[in-house]
């Protein structure tokens, strides 16, 4: 039988690989497999037991050990192993239904200004420069940069490419695509088969680590703060002033419309033009 994602972990939880298994069943992606199953030993490490049998009171007094930082996040990776346990009557109750957890912070997307891009890109190595355009006019994130592969690239008629994406976040497959100029600027940077970007010592196609850091590193060399993820929310809020939100969602592998959504909220002078063309009242007749 195949070995479970972070099968290190957790290996005296009660149910825990059947319940990986069926995560897995269900489409689960490799990486959330492996974080339920360490976040369940860490529970197990805090309990000093098999966390099978915990009590709603312990959960709760684990969670009050928690930085609240990390209560809403933690809480959510190991609240779907006892709702399993208790649809499988494994349980007859389920201790986390009723815990609490903080609502989620709005935030806002923190594109890279414009000039700071086009100052990276120019000034950027071949292979960072492609990772930058891909991330800032592709929408990519660095996972997805780091498992590109030269067949990925579709031409448009016309000029540019279609990029097909299998390996995103949460594994849902999705098309992105390049404009012309572009697209002739990364090529030279691709391999001409295969995975496009090969690490520089060893073996094998970059890490997601790898592209994130060595991309973030020339970003700072180049003058800002900037990540490579702002790239991606500069595209967001790019795209956001021309197309419609579904078709932005799409763009960039959002699995709700509510997490597009926020793109919206940073063009202040969009609510600037919509108010100045609300009807003026007439002051000239005011009483005198």
Known sequence: ???????????????????????????????????????MQYLADYLQRDPFDATQLELERWQDSLPLEQLRFKTA?????????????????????LLVTPKAKRGLPRPIAFEALERAIRT????IQAWLVLAAYGGLRAKEIAHLERGCFEPIPGGGVFIRLTRTKGERPR?????????????????????????ERGSGPVTPQQVSALANDWLHKSGTRST????????????????????????????????????TAVQPRRIAAMVSTFRQIDMSESAA
């Open 228 to 263: 490579l993820h702002t790239l991606r929310h500069w595209a967001g809020s790019s795209g956001i002033e021309t197309e419609d939100i579904r078709v932005v969602q799409e763009f960039l592998g959002h699995a709700s419309p509510a997490t597009t959504a926020v793109y």
């Open 1 to 39: 039988m195949t070995a479970l994602p972070g099968a290190y972990y957790g290996a005296n939880v009660s149910y825990l690989d059947e319940h990986c298994r069926w995560m897995l069943r269900a489409g689960r992606a490799p990486r959330t497999v492996k974080v339920r199953r360490m976040h």
């Open 175 to 199: 098309f992105s695509a390049l404009p012309g100029w572009a697209w002739e600027l990364i090529q030279p940077a691709l391999a001409a088969e295969g995975a496009c970007f090969r690490r």
């Open 124 to 127: 950027a190595p071949p292979r």
């Open 77 to 97: 990776v190991i609240r779907p192993y006892y709702d399993w346990l208790h649809k499988r009557g494994l349980r007859p109750d389920n201790p986390a239904a």
